[in-house]
């Protein structure tokens, strides 16, 4: 299981950490990616780690405000999220999969049926 939290309503230009925690498994061999949507909108992901090498990848509009990290210690990976603007409300989601991050650079991507876990979606609203 997947428990994402850490969602809220901020102004924009605000910070907040969402965290991402798993239970029953470990985050050691899996990939983590964080998915916002809106209502009317697929789910996008937004940013992801790799299992492994730790590599980070981030979707463009959130390049250089968002910053993906994982403690495996606490089994727990987090996005912090700066400078928040009001197209970035959405709930967000975490999913893990057990192959390494594709990057956000192909126009096609992984369809969401191939993460073996989703938390629940946590709530962010940032107001103008």
């Known amino acids: 299981q997947l428990q994402a939290s850490g969602g809220g309503l901020v102004q924009a230009g605000g910070s907040l950490r969402l965290s991402c925690v798993a239970s029953?498994?470990?985050?050691?061999?899996?990939?983590v990616e964080w998915f916002r949507q809106v209502p009317g909108k697929e789910r996008e992901g937004v940013s992801c780690i790799s299992s492994g090498d730790g590599s980070t990848y981030y979707e463009g509009s959130v390049k250089g405000r968002f910053t993906i990290s994982s403690d495996n210690a606490k089994n727990t990976v987090y996005l912090q999220m700066n400078s928040l603007k009001p197209e970035d409300t959405a709930v967000y989601y975490c999913?893990?999969?057990?192959?390494?991050?594709?990057?956000?650079?192909?126009?096609?991507?992984?369809?969401?049926?191939?993460?073996?876990?989703w938390g629940q979606g946590t709530e962010v609203t940032v107001s103008s």
């Open positions: 999913a893990a999969i057990l192959f390494d991050c594709e990057g956000y650079d192909e126009p096609e991507r992984r369809p969401t049926d191939e993460y073996d876990y």
């Open positions: 029953g498994f470990s985050f050691d061999d899996y990939s």
